[in-house]
């Protein structure tokens, strides 16, 4: 007998029918024997409708009371399955994040796991129930609803699986799998049988929408066996071919002779570049300059910094998309100013697009094609970060399916390994 955690995204619940189909499935890995939590996320949609409707009363809600309003959305749906199940003939109990409890920090809408007491799951279980826990939230030590932002069920039920030392997590979704890359962007776009953890860490960080990035850091941190199936299947599918379908996260690189050099390109339209121009070039001013944007709880990725002309230079990075207003607010006024900067430019219409592999290890010559197929493209490449198994660009928004199609072919991603 094996502890499964499932979990299933907004599509996968989004109406009381694909709930039963949920149920269904949960009832036949729970005949066959397996202890169950199923952790739901919110139903398609619900989620961005009572976010919008703080937003219709005030344009910037107070943080606390937007994670209660959001936290309910995950609520209705644990309370719906839990039902499902109960038609079902099985004992089902369902529990919201305070309930367990999901300890978190207090960096509502965002906040992270701290802690997790299983107690109460674990007595369920040993009573054959199947447990519900709602995705997404958790409760800080003075006893607030949190939550942990966008996908954070994903982290949930990594979280739990590996407080409760699952044998694996299952991730429910609207696709079948990871693929090399989007397949709405490229039609020959490939289904990865497997994927190692160390790739599929970049791709959630550079923009792949399958897995949200704190998930695939538990999965790694814990060792946690984790696998992204569809939920749009047949719910009562042979258990044996259901557990074979989908993408394997491996945690050993495949050992085949002719390794794949690239495994897929991931892409994020979610980003905007700003520019701090005519800095003095002295120890200390990337601190004074990212420092003020950290402590307003706003995310850094790429850094570029000039060289250095006359002792002052330019220093650029960017930033999520949706934060790009509030760092634009911080500079000007926490600054510019205190560094004597020359101007604050910025451009919200820019994207990243990443290639990931781990096959870059012992292949030379990635970096060149990569930027020799943009070239060919008329793309031009205004920032470039690497890794050990990943190259990433920041380019124009409105070239962005170019460049990703054109090096999807490059580098023969629609080839079968």
Not at 10 to 24: C, F, L, M, P
Request: a negative charge; glycine letters at 8%; hydrophobic letters at 45%.
């Amino acid at each position: 007998m094996a502890l499964i955690v499932h979990k299933y995204g907004g599509t996968s619940v989004g109406s009381t029918e694909r709930i039963k189909n949920v149920a269904r499935r949960v009832a036949k890995w729970h005949a066959a024997g397996h202890k169950m939590v199923v952790v739901p996320s919110a139903m398609s949609g619900e989620t961005n409708r009572l976010l919008g409707l703080a937003k219709e009363l005030s344009a910037r809600p107070d943080p606390r009371e937007l994670d209660v309003i959001a936290a309910t959305g995950e609520q209705v749906t644990i309370g719906l399955l839990a039902i499902a199940l109960m038609e079902l003939g099985l004992k089902a109990r369902s529990y919201t994040g305070a309930q367990v409890k999901v300890l978190t920090d207090s960096a509502y809408t965002k906040a992270r796991i701290m802690d997790i007491d299983d107690r109460s799951i674990r007595a369920d279980l040993d009573r054959g129930m199947v447990v519900v826990v709602a995705g997404f939230q958790g409760m800080d030590e003075a006893g607030n609803i949190t939550t942990l932002g966008r996908g954070g069920s994903d982290t949930s039920a990594v979280a739990l699986a590996a407080a409760l030392k699952a044998d694996e997590c299952l991730i429910y979704t609207d696709v079948d799998g990871v693929y090399t890359t989007d397949p709405r962007i490229v039609e020959d776009a490939r289904r990865l049988r497997t994927v190692t953890f160390e790739e599929m860490l970049e791709m959630a960080s550079l923009g792949s929408k399958v897995l949200q990035i704190r998930s695939v850091e538990f999965a790694g941190k814990y060792k946690v066996p984790l696998r992204v199936l569809s939920s749009l299947t047949d719910p009562m599918m042979p258990i044996a071919e259901e557990a074979a379908s989908g993408t394997l996260i491996t945690f050993e690189e495949d050992q085949k002779m002719e390794q794949a050099v690239i495994s897929g390109i991931a892409f994020n339209r979610d980003e905007a570049k700003i520019t701090v121009m005519g800095v003095p070039d002295r120890p200390g001013i990337a601190y004074q300059i990212l420092g003020p944007i950290g402590d307003a709880n706003i995310d850094v990725d790429m850094i570029i910094q000039n060289a250095s002309v006359g002792g002052l230079t330019d220093f650029s990075f960017t930033v999520n998309r949706a934060e790009y207003p509030k760092a634009l607010e911080v500079l000007n006024s926490k600054v510019k100013g205190a560094i004597n900067a020359a101007e604050i430019r910025g451009d919200d219409k820019v994207c990243k697009v990443s290639m990931v592999g781990v096959g870059m290890r012992t292949h030379a010559g990635i970096a060149s094609q990569m930027f020799r197929t943009l070239s060919e493209e008329g793309i031009n490449i205004q920032m470039i970060s690497t890794s050990e198994i990943k190259i990433s660009v920041v380019i124009d928004d409105k070239y962005m399916e170019l460049a990703v199609r054109a090096l999807h072919n490059a580098f023969g991603l629609d080839q079968a390994s």
